[in-house]
Every structure is written in C-alpha cells, then in structure tokens.
C-alpha cells in the first residue's frame, strides 16, 4: 500500500510570510508525528496525535506555529510569518497505534527555506 | 523521557562489521529501544527494537545487557550503501508519546 506521503516537496517563501505543509498518513495509522530537521542535525520533535486524543504540543518552537489533524487522517503544520530559522526539512511519520512498540513511518519530507 | 548518547560519527570499510553503542542511562522500566537509519533526503527508517537480550533480524542485531543503560546496534558486514545516520531511541507509553531522537552516529563506510 502507499507510504506517508507530504506536500509539498519543496517549498520556498519569504520572511513574513505564512506557510502550511500537509502529510497523508499511511490508511488506518491513528497516531502521527511531525518533526524538524535542520541540515546535518538530529530530528526534533514538534507534536503527535493519537486517535481523538488531545495532541501533545510540547515540542512546538513557538505560538506561530500550529498543526491540525482532520477526521483523524490528514495533517497540516502551519508557520505563520516564517523566519529564516524556520529553514529546515519538515517530517512527519505515522503509527499503527503509537506508543514506543509501534514503528514510525516516515514520509520524505518537506523542504522549507525562508529567503 | 530517557536521553541517548551515541557517538557523532564511525568509518568502516566494506565488509566489516560496525557496532554502534548508545547510551541510556535513565531508561525506564516501561521503555523500548528502537533503531532507525537516515538517508541523505529521506526519512529515518525502521531497523530494529528491543527490550532486552539480544533480537536478530535480516538486516542488524540489537544487544542489551541486563541494566538496559546502553544498546549495541551490529551491522555485519556492512557495504558503501549502510553509509547514513544511525538514531538511537528510546521511549515510553505514558499517556501521550513524545519521541526524542538524537544527533544520531553518521556511518560513513568507505571501498
């Protein structure tokens, strides 16, 4: 079946200015992740959705940035007027039914720089 | 949550076997240690879990020892394609899972 997919795959903006990055879960995985890459680091964690539960929102770097998951499928992180540190690779990944036994399903990412 | 420590980077050469160690120290009785590999331009992907001894499956083996404060991931025989990021992690369910991987051990394997 098909994988996490994200869109877009790049994206480019400049400073100020608002952007929204969508991830398609893969079919039946309730819970999702989105994280952070900048170039050469580790991942960081931005906030996770399990099922109808309240999102875990304690990774989010500040109040511009936002994230909604609809009917439980489709995710979208939004950055309102994005700074140049927001210039990073934007992941998201799903599970089956989260928690730490369940592996993480990555999608390819979204390439954001901010001019 | 429990935070890892593995080393920045490795180099191997074809054919040898790569052990990568991470450390854990504060790992909670609840918690699994979960491997995943990182492509340049693509998403982390799965490569093994465990809770403690040693799992074997087709691609690496992961060794606990009994105080679970670290992990060993083998790769045996590794070729130029295993040269990625390595991400060491550790988590548990409690209500709601945040995911911390670290910096992760660049693997770069040469001819």
């Known amino acids: 079946g098909a994988g996490v997919s994200q869109s877009p795959s790049n994206k480019v903006t400049e400073k100020g200015k608002d952007v929204e990055l969508r991830c398609d879960p893969i079919s039946g995985h309730t819970a999702l992740y989105w994280y952070r890459q900048s170039l050469g680091q580790g991942l960081e964690f931005l906030i996770y959705f399990q099922g109808n539960s309240a999102p875990d929102k304690s990774g989010l770097p500040s109040d511009r940035f936002s994230a909604e998951r609809t009917g439980g499928s489709v995710s979208t992180l939004t950055i309102q007027r994005t700074q140049q540190e927001d210039s990073a690779v934007y992941l998201c990944a799903s599970t089956l039914r989260g928690g730490d036994t369940d592996t993480q399903y990555f999608g390819p990412g979204t390439r954001l720089t901010v001019l | 949550l429990a935070k890892t420590t593995q080393p920045i980077s490795m180099d191997s050469y074809e054919g040898q076997e790569v052990n990568i160690t991470c450390s854990h120290n504060n790992i909670a009785t609840n918690d699994y240690i979960t491997w995943y590999q990182q492509f340049p331009s693509q998403g982390p992907r799965f490569i093994i879990q465990g809770y403690k001894t040693k799992v074997t499956n087709e691609v690496a083996s992961l060794f606990i020892p009994a105080d679970r404060k670290s992990s060993t991931l083998s790769l045996p025989r590794v070729s130029l394609s295993d040269t990625a990021v390595y991400y060491c992690?550790?988590?548990?369910?409690?209500?709601?899972?945040?995911?911390?991987f670290g910096a992760g051990t660049r693997l770069f394997v040469k001819a």
């Open positions: 992690l550790v988590g548990g369910t409690t209500g709601g899972f945040k995911t911390i």
